[in-house]
């Protein structure tokens, strides 16, 4: 199976706020193909990318391991079909599209699947304050981050303003949504399988950046303790914002579930990370997949 693939190249690092955890992904995917035998290569990409990319060997498949804007946006996936290299993941509709958390909520909204009431802030219209239908507490978000960068959960009008400051040094457009008090959970998607869910837990307020990427205490539960019947429901539900956004081969839904039972789907990743923290392999081992036939199940939806 590894010789069908050719050289493939491992598009890693960077420019996004997200280059970090890409370096490590990159690398542990690299290592995997290494491992299963396949010709791959590491390109830590650039502003010089287009360079980059013609002073490679040619180039068969590219692994895309990066994470954020510039890889995960749709840019990316734009300059690879204009050079005829076929890639993995979603593509540039899909990924521009999960990228944007409004654009992905207007779309959700508009289909009927449950996600949570929002206000949107623009650094242009300087405008500080929340409506009604979101109150406190509520959590703000850059629009187009990942790995939850610049998230804050905000409990009083008075944290408010200096909370919004800090959103938007990230991204232009921010959203706020009411905070839910319940399970976190997500779903990996695998050529058009939701895979078993992970419900995460937390002593930190929410499951931030630190909790994916350094904390040592962060519980994550799989298979989770929903029952049969809650589980299909939330498959379902990952599957259905998956897929009515374009997405395709493979990526990850984060969704909520209230106290009173009620999922409440928060986002799309169409490269979410592949690291010693990162949930997809975890949740690919749930069903069988070793973190290297993972690597190579992914790149065999290479479109």
């Known amino acids: 199976m590894s010789n069908q693939f050719g050289h493939v190249a491992v598009l890693y690092?960077?420019?996004?706020?997200?280059?970090?955890?890409s370096l490590k992904s990159g690398q542990e995917i690299y290592q995997a193909l290494i491992k299963e035998g396949v010709n791959a290569s590491l390109i830590d990409v650039g502003k010089n990318i287009i360079q980059q990319l013609q002073d490679a060997k040619p180039i068969d498949i590219a692994f895309i391991a990066l994470h954020g804007r510039g890889g995960e946006d749709g840019t990316l996936q734009a300059l690879l079909e204009f050079m005829e290299i076929p890639y993995t993941g979603s593509g540039v509709m899909a990924s521009a599209l999960a990228m944007d958390k409004y654009r992905s909520k207007l779309l959700w909204q508009g289909l009927g699947l449950p996600t949570p009431v929002f206000q949107l802030f623009q650094k242009s219209q300087q405008t500080t304050e929340l409506s009604p239908k979101v109150a406190?507490?509520?959590?703000?978000k850059p629009a187009k981050e990942g790995s939850s960068i610049g998230i804050?959960?905000?409990?009083?009008?008075?944290?408010?303003?200096?909370?919004?400051?800090?959103?938007?040094?990230f991204?232009?457009?921010?959203?706020?949504?009411?905070?839910?008090?319940?399970?976190?959970?997500?779903?990996?998607?695998?050529?058009?399988?939701?895979?078993?869910?992970?419900?995460?837990?937390?002593?930190?307020?929410?499951?931030?950046?630190?909790?994916?990427?350094?904390?040592?205490?962060?519980?994550?539960?799989?298979?989770?303790?929903?029952?049969?019947?809650?589980?299909?429901?939330?498959?379902?539900?990952?599957?259905?914002?998956?897929?009515?956004?374009?997405?395709?081969g493979w990526g990850r839904v984060d969704v909520m579930q209230d106290q009173a039972g009620d999922f409440w789907v928060l986002e799309?990743?169409?490269?979410?990370?592949?690291?010693?923290?990162?949930?997809?392999?975890?949740?690919?081992?749930?069903?069988?997949?070793?973190?290297?036939?993972?690597?190579?199940?992914?790149?065999?939806?290479?479109?």
């Open 171 to 248: 991204d232009d457009d921010v959203l706020a949504e009411p905070w839910i008090t319940g399970a976190e959970f997500t779903v990996a998607i695998l050529n058009e399988q939701a895979l078993s869910p992970i419900e995460l837990k937390t002593d930190r307020t929410f499951y931030d950046y630190e909790a994916k990427y350094i904390a040592n205490d962060t519980q994550y539960i799989c298979p989770c303790n929903l029952s049969s019947r809650k589980q299909h429901e939330l498959k379902k539900l990952a599957l259905e914002a998956f897929e009515s956004l374009g997405c395709d």
């Open 152 to 169: 804050t959960k905000v409990n009083t009008a008075e944290e408010f303003s200096a909370a919004l400051t800090t959103a938007l040094q």
């Open 268 to 303: 799309v990743n169409t490269v979410p990370g592949m690291t010693d923290h990162s949930l997809v392999p975890m949740a690919a081992k749930e069903e069988g997949y070793s973190f290297s036939k993972l690597v190579l199940e992914i790149l065999a939806t290479a479109q």
């Open 136 to 140: 406190f507490p509520c959590v703000l």
């Open 13 to 21: 690092g960077g420019l996004s706020a997200e280059r970090e955890v």
